[in-house]
């Protein structure tokens, strides 16, 4: 198989400290690249320092809605100075999350724009976080102006309406093991109309492990293997073909050069 991890938390201690084994139970897995995104600048910084030293690995830059608010001043330059880095390959994860609120939401929406606008000055494609906020986060998209063709939404959780949209704005759809949950008919029915060139496969890991490994305490992007059987099942095609195409989308939307 070969399988990208789009997705993963590798800054987190229960994956970053581990990292050699992390990434040698990945290519057992047919997981040959992984992408380390950041949640926050500290965050960003380990998953730089990672990817600096393992070919395995790429990083994102920014600022998750959680931590909106505890951004000063000088956030937007600390993001540049980190999407400067050789392994970068993207802006986020950035967006809006309602659910948990961590964040004043007119803070959040405020953060959000500001990146989306950082992100098209620097010509980096944008991983958006979407949570209980999707009307709000496709106004600021298109108040924004940036090219939806240069978003990927990751760990998508809504259903066939809200693909739709983001279809129409000419994003990119990412799916974590929350697709393989037995209750997640409505996002299945999502990702059965995503069109090939457009789906993109991730764990989110430490968190979210997938059917058939539920149970497992620390996910990791060996599972984003799960994921992909899952989604290839779905949608009636071999999962070797389905992992080259949702691997070659990845190498095109971020720019990874061929292996
Ligand atoms: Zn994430």
Not at 24 to 31: I, K, L, R, S
Not at 60 to 75: F, I, K, L, R
Not at 120 to 139: G, Y
């Amino acid at each position: 198989m070969n399988l990208i991890d789009t997705h993963c938390h590798l800054a987190d201690r229960r994956l970053g400290r581990n990292i050699d084994q992390v990434i040698a139970d990945a290519a057992a897995a047919g997981v040959r690249l992984m992408i380390s995104a950041a949640a926050n600048l500290p965050d960003a910084k380990i998953a730089a320092d990672i990817a600096s030293k393992h070919d395995e690995v790429y990083c994102t830059a920014g600022v998750h809605p959680h931590h909106a608010a505890e951004q000063g001043d000088s956030y937007l330059d600390d993001i540049e100075k980190l999407a400067a880095c050789e392994r970068n390959v993207a802006i986020g994860e950035i967006g809006l999350d309602y659910h948990y609120d961590y964040s004043p939401r007119p803070r959040q929406q405020e953060v959000f724009a500001q990146q989306l606008k950082l992100a098209e000055r620097l010509d980096k494609v944008i991983v958006i976080h979407t949570r209980e906020a999707f009307d709000d986060t496709m106004a600021i998209i298109r108040e924004s102006g940036v090219d939806g063709a240069w978003l990927v939404f990751h760990s998508f959780t809504g259903g066939a309406g809200e693909v739709r949209e983001i279809l129409d704005i000419g994003a990119m759809v990412s799916f974590s093991g929350i697709a393989t949950f037995k209750t997640a008919d409505d996002i299945r029915a999502g990702a059965l109309i995503v069109p090939e060139d457009r789906i993109l496969v991730e764990t989110d890991s430490p968190y979210l492990s997938p059917v058939p490994v539920r149970n497992a305490r620390v996910n990791q992007p060996a599972h984003v293997a799960h994921v992909a059987r899952c989604l290839a099942d779905l949608r009636g095609v071999d999962v070797e073909q389905f992992a080259e195409q949702t691997t070659a989308n990845a190498k095109r939307f971020f720019g990874i050069q061929p292996a």
